[in-house]
Structures are given as structure tokens and as C-alpha cells.
């Protein structure tokens, strides 16, 4: 009996590090993530990446835009970082739709699967969580704010996929969950863009608002999905994560699910009823200019 449990123990692990047959995926992919040295590179790489998004964001919008060149410093960065998440939104969109209904490997085990491809999603968006981390904290150090959801939700987020570069028996399943729930960035990012250009009034914002409103209630079915996951395979999850991995996780899970998602969707439906820059100083747009202004529509 005990060599049958080492067996699929064994079995188990193989499992969650399949070989990729396709050639693309195989040289993309194909990298052995047990190494030290290749987690944190890719975690780099993630970081870097998303900077270059950053960073290329500031010049295009320098160059093209004159609503962005008329802002404040701080909200330039907010200009910047709604870019680059719109960027890490489509990314994890694809990631963790492909886990939830195309892989078969995540169809089939929930709790211990690995995939290389998901391996390399998973760490490039602890790249990118590192940097947010990164922004928002040297943002608040520079403009004296802060935001105690966005911190909280960054931290988590970077601590459950930060747990899967020390802990590599980590199931990956979860993690893309989590990754989807940032399906609402880029409907985000076009709204407060849109809005900062005075467009507030057009047929556009209005569609993107809507879309965004339900991309939150879908997030908070989601959530219900991963908890379902979890209780049902609650003793497995706890094994498989370890204890610290586990807290960070559900505590990340229990706050979006209960705090953060029904608060965000309740302010994105007040935004489509009165337009308002709720991130700056709070002040409404009236008749699709923001803040009053009464001269030509600044244009994106």
C-alpha cells in the first residue's frame, strides 16, 4: 500500500512537468523552471518588460498626446501604470481563459497541474506584480499618498505568485485564476484615459463602461469559481501550498472576494452615472469635459 501512494506521488509530479510536443510552444516555453537561476530570470524579465511598457507609454504619450502632456506628474505615472496594466490584463486574459477552458492538463487536476507555458506566465506576472509593488510604493513616498486597497491588493497578488518561485510543487491553477481576474484592466485603462480627454459624453466610454461592469461581475464569479476549487479540495490545496503560501493566497482571495471587487464594482457603476475622476481629487466631468473646462475637446 505504501508503494502504491509513492507511486502516484510520483506519478503526480511527473505530471506537472509535461513536455510540450508543439515546436513553438517547445522553444518558448521549454525551459527547466526547477532552477533557481531560471525562475528569477524570467521574474526579471517580467519586471523589465512591464517597464519598457512603462516607460514606451511616457514617450508615445509625450509625442502624441496632448491631454497626457497637460497632466500632473502623478497622474502621468497613473497615465502610465493604466497602460501597462491594460498591457498585463490582455496577457493574463489569454493565460488564464487557455487553463480554464482549453488545457486539458487544468481541466483534469486542479490542485497539482504544472504546464511549462503556465510556468512562464506565471513568473513573468510576478515580474510584473514586483513592479507595481515598486511603483506604488515610490509613488507614495513622492506625492504623499496612499491608497491602502491598491497596496493591499498588490502585495498579495505579488506574494501568491512570488510563492511559486521558492515553492515549485505549487499548482498552477489557482495562480491563473487569479491572473484572469485582472480581465478588467484594459476596459479600465481606456475609461480613465477616455475620461482625463474629456470624452466622457460619447457612445464609446459609455459601451467600455458597461463592458467594464460586467468584466467585474464576472470577476466576482470567478472568485466564487476559486473558492468552490478550494473547498473542495481544501486539504490537498493546504499540502500542496504550505502554510505561508496558503495564508498569502486565501488571504488575498478573502479580501478580493468580500472587500475589493464588490467596492470596485460599485464605484465603476457610480463612474458610468456620474462621470468622476475618483482617483484624483474627486472631481465630476460634466457634459464630457473634466473638471469644468469649457474650451475644445482635448484630443487623445
Not at 473542495?232 to 498569502?248: A, D, K, M, P
Request: glycine share 6%; net charge positive; proline share 2%.
Amino acid at each position: 500500500m505504501k508503494e502504491t501512494i509513492v507511486g502516484m506521488r510520483s506519478v503526480q509530479r511527473e505530471e506537472m512537468n509535461p513536455t510540450n510536443d508543439d515546436p513553438v510552444f517547445g522553444t518558448v516555453f521549454d525551459w527547466d523552471y526547477l532552477l533557481w537561476e531560471i525562475r528569477l530570470t524570467f521574474l526579471a524579465a517580467g519586471f523589465f518588460i512591464y517597464l519598457g511598457v512603462f516607460l514606451l507609454s511616457h514617450w508615445l504619450s509625450s509625442w502624441r498626446s496632448t491631454t497626457y502632456r497637460a497632466l500632473s506628474a502623478k497622474e502621468k505615472v497613473f497615465w502610465n501604470m493604466a497602460v501597462t496594466r491594460g498591457v498585463f490584463g490582455l496577457q493574463s486574459c489569454v493565460a488564464g481563459l487557455w487553463a480554464l477552458l482549453i488545457d486539458p492538463v487544468f481541466y483534469a487536476d486542479k490542485v497539482y497541474s504544472q504546464q511549462k507555458w503556465s510556468w512562464f506566465n506565471c513568473l513573468i506576472a510576478a515580474g510584473f506584480f514586483l513592479l507595481e509593488n515598486v511603483a506604488v510604493h515610490v509613488s507614495n513616498i513622492i506625492f504623499r499618498t496612499f491608497d491602502v486597497f491598491l497596496v493591499v491588493h498588490h502585495l498579495l497578488a505579488f506574494g501568491g505568485l512570488a510563492g511559486l518561485v521558492i515553492n515549485v510543487t505549487s499548482g498552477h491553477y489557482l495562480p491563473l485564476m487569479g491572473m484572469l481576474l485582472e480581465m478588467s484592466t484594459p476596459s479600465t485603462c481606456i475609461s480613465w484615459m477616455l475620461l482625463k480627454a474629456g470624452r466622457a459624453n460619447t457612445f464609446f466610454w459609455k459601451a467600455n463602461q458597461w463592458v467594464m461592469i460586467h468584466l467585474f461581475h464576472c470577476r466576482m464569479i470567478l472568485t466564487y469559481h476559486m473558492w468552490w476549487v478550494c473547498i473542495f479540495n481544501w486539504s490537498s490545496i493546504v499540502e500542496n501550498l504550505g502554510l505561508l503560501h496558503f495564508i498569502v493566497l486565501f488571504s488575498g482571495l478573502f479580501a478580493v472576494t468580500l472587500i475589493l471587487n464588490p467596492y470596485w464594482t460599485y464605484k465603476k457603476t457610480q463612474q458610468l452615472l456620474s462621470p468622476t475622476d475618483w482617483n484624483f481629487e474627486n472631481k465630476a466631468v460634466e457634459n464630457g469635459k473634466l473638471n469644468g473646462e469649457t474650451h475644445e475637446k482635448k484630443r487623445i
